[in-house]
């Protein structure tokens, strides 16, 4: 496979994998402070936008790997 495709695709792995993870940490902080605060669990704006750019940052990893690998073994 080439190496660009190669690199695209790890890099498109490891942005689904950060999103993922973030999503994870962020709704398990969310739970325990609706349960602290006795009330619905929700994702504050901070939390909402720190997600937010996360995925854009995913989005563009594919494209920075894939360059990367052309560049450096292509």
């Not at 999103?19 to 994870?24: K, P, S, T, W």
């Not at 398990?28 to 940052?57: D, G, M, N, Y």
């Amino acid at each position: 496979m080439e190496f660009a495709v190669k690199g695209a695709l790890i890099g498109l792995g490891t942005g689904i994998v950060l999103v993922a993870f973030e999503y994870i940490i962020l709704t398990r902080t969310a739970k325990e402070r609706a349960q602290k605060l006795h009330r619905e669990p929700a994702l504050e704006e901070t939390e909402k936008v720190r997600i937010k750019s996360l995925a854009r940052f995913a989005l563009v990893l594919p494209i920075l790997c894939g360059g990367i690998g052309w560049l450096l073994w292509g």
